[in-house]
């Protein structure tokens, strides 16, 4: 069993960022927990990288669920101990074509905030124990240029595309800040990662979006930062963004 541990929502497909990630994190000799809300999804992907010689682990994990994830922190502590990095990863688009916040479905809203804001919080407290019994765990929040529109105050006249996501994403990297501060007594670091746009979806993007691989780099990069590394910060290319 190799020594670190690396847990990945949102790792339920093939071409998606999370599993990129976990791959990645896998060639560093993490052992990789592969995680979906259906294991069906994610125990393929977690067989794929065990049969190239990695160590890998599949779960079940649902951020709108708190019983999955009080069940995969029972799983963890009784098999590790403890987690060195826990990458928040899933993520919903559900207002992808919208284009003002005054066109907004609240229950898109609700289902962005879900994901993408509660979910990450609520895993960030239940694996807490996890976290604080490695060395110098690492939290990474996988954030979006959308949240730029909000936060940058990027001039789109009206407009506010995905407003449910951006919104969701514009606080997803508050959180951020806040948890960083809440552990500064502690080697944890905790900073929000903008991969820019990637290639995981070829409905929604174009030429120039980055490969998965490419936009991982940037996650895993947060995930390994060492002791003297930043925290509370949202980056991109290795760069932090103000």
Request: aromatic share 4%; net charge negative.
């Amino acid at each position: 069993m190799t020594a670190k541990t690396a847990l990945v929502t949102g790792t339920s497909r093939e071409a998606g960022l999370g599993f990129a990630v976990v791959r990645q994190l896998a060639e560093l000799d993490f052992h990789v927990i592969v995680t979906a809300r259906d294991i069906s999804q994610a125990e393929p992907l977690a067989e794929k990288l065990r049969q190239d010689g990695h160590a890998a682990t599949a779960l079940r994990l649902d951020l709108t669920d708190r019983t999955s994830m009080d069940e995969a922190v029972g799983y963890l502590a009784r098999t590790f101990g403890s987690l060195d990095v826990l990458v928040n990863n899933a993520s919903d688009m559900p207002d992808f074509r919208v284009l003002s916040a005054l066109d907004a479905d609240m229950d898109a809203v609700r289902k962005a905030m879900e994901v993408s804001v509660i979910g990450p919080w609520a895993l960030t407290q239940s694996m807490l124990p996890l976290l604080t019994a490695a060395p110098a765990a690492r939290i990474v929040n996988v954030s979006s240029t959308s949240a730029l529109q909000i936060s940058d105050g990027l001039d789109l006249g009206a407009s506010l595309r995905a407003p449910a996501y951006s919104m969701a994403k514009h606080m997803l990297n508050g959180l951020t800040g806040v948890l960083a501060r809440a552990l500064d007594d502690t080697p944890i670091l905790v900073n929000a990662v903008d991969p820019g746009n990637t290639a995981t979806h070829p409905e929604r993007g174009d030429d120039n979006d980055r490969s998965a691989s490419e936009s991982a780099k940037d996650i895993v990069w947060a995930a390994v930062l060492g002791t003297n590394g930043p925290t509370g910060g949202l980056f991109a290319n290795g760069k932090r963004i103000a």
